[in-house]
């Protein structure tokens, strides 16, 4: 497998449920990120893992819980979401030290549905 | 406070045509800009960067986009559309001092047969 991989593709859950997202990537970068992509709005920039430490949380709420547990894989952790949580997650990777001239690679996002 | 702006929602433009997507930026310090595509259905796939030097850039997929620094302006550009460019694009920007992006709403371009 090469690049950004994301599951589950598509996700539906209800407001009580716990779920998880699952981001790997296979191209050796240092750093993992997750976006919300909501439609005809700019890319949320949610949580940012450079060699495993967060160190970036834009305000999200306590309900997205992220994981990372090596530099080649990345969880959102989902609980007690709310309909306005419905969006597509998009799971990003890069080299960290390239000091923001590096290009992100993403996954192909996992639609997620809260009913 | 640095931000971007795609002025339009969506561009139509004719199979064979030149196309154009525009984007402005505002930063504070010296900009790294960033053109990035999305299929339907698929994640963001990078297009092409300007970080310095000449003020073209070429990238995938016979696009080129032009900086311009006086206007702070990035415009993606193709001088011939193919139907297979239909799609979401999206422009980003980071200062030099700054490794997070921010991102523009995305301009759907739609290429007609």
């Known amino acids: 497998e090469t690049g950004v991989t994301q599951t589950p593709r598509h996700l539906v859950m209800g407001m009580t449920n716990k779920k998880s997202l699952k981001c790997e990537q296979h191209?050796?970068?240092?750093?993992m990120y997750w976006y919300k992509q909501s439609a005809k709005k700019p890319l949320e920039l949610m949580f940012v893992?450079?060699?495993?430490?967060?160190?970036e949380n834009n305000s999200v709420p306590s309900r997205f819980s992220p994981e990372c547990p090596n530099s080649s894989h990345l969880f959102l952790h989902l609980h007690t979401l709310q309909p306005e949580d419905s969006a597509l997650y998009l799971c990003a990777s890069s080299q960290f030290r390239d000091r923001g001239s590096g290009e992100l690679f993403f996954g192909e996002g996992s639609r997620l549905t809260v009913l | 406070a640095q931000s971007v702006a795609q002025p339009e929602d969506q561009v139509n433009v004719a199979e064979g045509n030149p196309l154009t997507v525009k984007c402005t930026y505002s930063v504070s310090g010296n900009p790294y800009l960033f053109w990035y595509v999305q299929y339907p259905n698929r994640g963001l796939q990078f297009l092409l960067k300007?970080?310095?030097?000449d003020n073209l850039v070429k990238g995938s997929y016979g696009f080129e986009a032009e900086f311009n620094k006086s206007q702070t302006s990035f415009h993606l550009k193709k001088p011939s559309a193919l139907v297979s460019d239909s799609a979401l694009y999206f422009c980003?920007?980071?200062?030099?001092?700054?490794?997070?992006?921010?991102w523009g709403a995305g301009t759907k371009l739609i290429i007609k047969p």
């Open positions: 893992y450079s060699l495993e430490e967060r160190v």
């Open positions: 300007y970080i310095t030097g």
């Open positions: 191209l050796g970068h240092n750093a």
């Open positions: 980003a920007v980071r200062d030099a001092g700054n490794y997070q992006l921010i």
